[in-house]
């Protein structure tokens, strides 16, 4: 895996190497993690520590709730109105 080449293309005079969809999530969800984790001491010695840990915890807890909010709608369609396969989902029921 490791020996094996990639395709190369030129991007604004630079050749570069391709990455797979995969490669490409991993890599903005690990920069994006990397910048937060370096940012969190930054901001908690400029609002202090007490104001800090509740900062962290107090947005810990939003994003827990979009992300059950975000499996709540994957796992019951209908509460959001989505239109799955030609099926209008709606409401309490749904018709497939």
Request: glycine residues 14%; hydrophobic residues 55%.
């Amino acid at each position: 895996m490791l020996t094996e080449e990639k395709p190369v293309v030129l991007h604004q005079g630079v050749f570069k190497h391709t990455a797979t969809v995969g490669e490409a999530v991993f890599m903005i969800t690990g920069m994006t993690i990397g910048a937060g984790i370096l940012g969190l001491p930054y901001v908690v010695s400029q609002v202090g520590l007490i104001i800090g840990l509740i900062y962290i915890v107090v947005l810990g807890l939003v994003v827990m709730m979009l992300n059950l909010i975000i499996g709540e709608i994957a796992v019951r369609p209908c509460l959001a109105g989505i239109k799955f396969g030609g099926a209008f989902v709606s409401g309490q029921s749904a018709v497939f």
